[in-house]
T-cell receptor, first 117, second 114 residues
Framework: GAVVSQHPSWVICKSGTSVKIECRSLDFQATTMFWYRQFPKQSLMLMATSNEGSKATYEQGVEKDKFLINHASLTLSTLTVTSAHPEDSSFYICSARTLLDSTGALHFGNGTRLTVT | SQKIEQNSEALNIQEGKTATLTCNYT??????LQWYRQDPGRGPVFLLL?????KEKRKERLKVTFDTTLKQSLFHITASQPADSATYLC?????????????FGKGTKLSVKP
């Protein structure tokens, strides 16, 4: 149980275009989802906390107008990278917790490798 | 602010040996400390959680210890296998499994040679 599906797994786009990444909780409801960015040999960097039915909470230094997050339902959150530039190339991962899991473990998607050319 | 360090970026060991990974943190002890495995190009996968009032937790070939005095957790893999090769992340949960985020270390890349 507690499966998080992330799509697409990789995407290549041209500079200036926008890319949408989807994160779905398949067998549980996630009122909160988290979006991360990860560089090689670096830790997971939290970008924002996505709350169902309300605005996302962004970490300091993360541009909310560039990284648009929508959490329209209890099973879906989306991250849209707008006007992408090569420096946005990275590995983006989402995660969620379920109250059914008493360990409090985070359940992660398999990530999206974004390459901006 | 809370900081977390994992002892080494990479650890190479021989198959069959015990791998020991270290996670140190500063300031306040977390309510829970979690360990994850991450394979290249994949999201992390939860392995074990240990609570602040627990000294040790085991799961099959995995063992985790938690010393709040030293502000340290050790993660052991006994009888290591090449399939154990991956990056292992420790994470601090300050909020007792509530809906908050975790604080992640950079990870230690373990390579088990046959």
């Amino acid at each position: 149980g507690a499966v998080v599906s992330q799509h697409p797994s990789w995407v290549i786009c041209k500079s200036g275009t926008s890319v949408k990444i989807e994160c779905r909780s398949l067998d549980f409801q996630a009122t909160t989802m988290f979006w991360y960015r990860q560089f090689p040999k670096q830790s997971l960097m939290l970008m924002a906390t996505s709350n169902e039915g309300s605005k996302a909470t962004y970490e300091q230094g993360v541009e909310k107008d560039k990284f648009l997050i929508n959490h329209a339902s209890l099973t879906l959150s989306t991250l849209t990278v707008t006007s992408a530039h090569p420096e946005d190339s990275s590995f983006y991962i989402c995660s969620a917790r379920t109250l059914l899991d008493s360990t409090g473990a985070l359940h992660f998607g398999n990530g999206t490798r974004l390459t901006v050319t | 602010s809370q900081k977390i360090e994992q002892n080494s970026e990479a650890l190479n060991i021989q198959e069959g040996k015990t791998a020991t990974l270290t996670c140190n943190y500063t300031n306040y002890s977390p309510a829970y400390l979690q360990w994850y495995r991450q394979d290249p190009g994949r999201g992390p996968v939860f392995l074990l959680l240990i609570r602040e009032n627990e000294k040790e937790k085991r799961k099959e070939r995995l063992k985790v210890t938690f010393d709040t005095t030293l502000k340290q957790s050790l993660f052991h893999i006994t009888a290591s296998q090449p399939a154990d090769s991956a990056t292992y992340l420790c994470a601090l949960d300050m909020l007792r499994g509530s809906q908050g985020n975790l604080i992640f270390g950079k990870g230690t890349k373990l390579s088990v040679k046959p």
